[in-house]
Nanobody, 117 residues
Framework: VQLQASGGGLVQPGGSLRLSCLAS????????MGWYRQAPGKQRELVAT???????NYTDSVKGRFTISSDNAQNSVYLQMNGLEPEDTAVYYC????????????WGQGTQVTVSS
């Protein structure tokens, strides 16, 4: 299974982007999915998570600006990013954690988001 992330780009402060992450095949027993980001010189940061029962969690800096969602089949995860700030500049990576007994992660390749005027 491969995850394909897309939707990144260059946007001005205050702008919006929608990131998408599509799985190459159906994934069963998805437990959670979400997005990490890594800015130059910084550690990877968990941005948003969505659990199989619909629970969401966001890092404090994006609360009220970012929204995570998925399709009903849970083969994709999205991140709607509004009110983008220069501090949001990073490579964004999607992931899915799945498994009936043994839970393993699946990772996307990353998509660059640059917020600059």
């Amino acid at each position: 299974v491969q995850l394909q992330a897309s939707g990144g780009g260059l946007v001005q402060p205050g702008g919006s982007l929608r990131l998408s992450c599509l799985a190459s095949t159906s994934i069963s027993y998805v437990r959670s999915m979400g997005w990490y980001r890594q800015a130059p010189g910084k550690q990877r940061e968990l941005v948003a998570t969505l659990t199989s029962y619909g629970g969401t969690n966001y890092t404090d800096s994006v609360k009220g600006r970012f929204t995570i969602s998925s399709d009903n089949a849970q083969n994709s995860v999205y991140l709607q990013m509004n009110g983008l700030e220069p501090e949001d500049t990073a490579v964004y990576y999607c992931y899915m954690r799945a498994g009936r007994v043994v839970i393993r992660p699946y990772w996307g390749q990353g998509t660059q988001v640059t917020v600059s005027s």
